[in-house]
């Protein structure tokens, strides 16, 4: 484990952003008196699947990107809020959908040397429809019922356009893979 000898932040936008400046010492005793660091809020992302095995997608605008492509229900965990909880509340007003059966599927760091945030992983299975979708913010999302083969193939094709994304596809298509024969 590294050392943090000092820390100062340098920017903060909360709760969206800080950056920080560390002094810090490695596992090897070399000393870093300018290690940055990135600091966003965790985010809940999932892969949910409709009791008629259909797949939930997004196609939407991504600033990051700079392209439209296809993404997944997602979204910032609050403060306080639980990443179970906060990712039904971002299926809900993401796609109207709520889910009968959650999976956690792992947190993992965004960015290994900044840290950029904790993605938390879901499968959402047995999904219905409950209400009008309304993702408010800056979204416009047109939401799209679509078949595992059809998303492998958007997958191939380069549609998905934000790490995040593809990997909740490669995670959650590993979780549900038994002997080849795909259980969503």
């Avoid at 047109?142 to 596809?169: C, D, F, N, S, Y």
Wanted: aromatic residues 8%; proline residues 4%.
């Amino acid at each position: 484990m590294w050392k943090i000898i000092a820390e100062r932040t340098l920017l903060t936008a909360e709760p969206f952003l800080r950056v920080t400046r560390q002094h810090v010492v490695t596992d090897t005793g070399r000393e870093v008196p300018d290690y940055f660091q990135v600091v966003l809020p965790d985010f809940a992302i999932c892969v949910a699947v409709t009791e008629d095995n259909h797949v939930l997608t997004l196609w939407q605008y991504k600033h990051g990107a700079r392209e439209y492509g296809l993404t997944f229900p997602a979204g910032i965990i609050n403060p306080g809020e639980d990443a179970e909880a906060a990712m039904q509340r971002e299926l809900l007003e993401e796609t109207g959908y709520c889910a009968k059966h959650t999976m956690f599927l792992g947190r993992y760091a965004t960015n290994g040397n900044q840290q950029c945030g904790f993605g938390h992983l879901f499968l959402m299975t047995g999904c219905r429809i409950v209400s009008e979708p309304a993702p408010g913010d800056l979204e416009t999302i047109k939401v799209l019922l679509m078949q595992v083969e059809e998303v492998e193939a958007a997958v191939r094709a380069g549609a998905v356009k934000v790490l995040p994304h593809v990997t909740i596809w490669a995670v959650a298509r590993s979780q549900s893979l038994i002997s080849g024969v795909v259980t969503f």
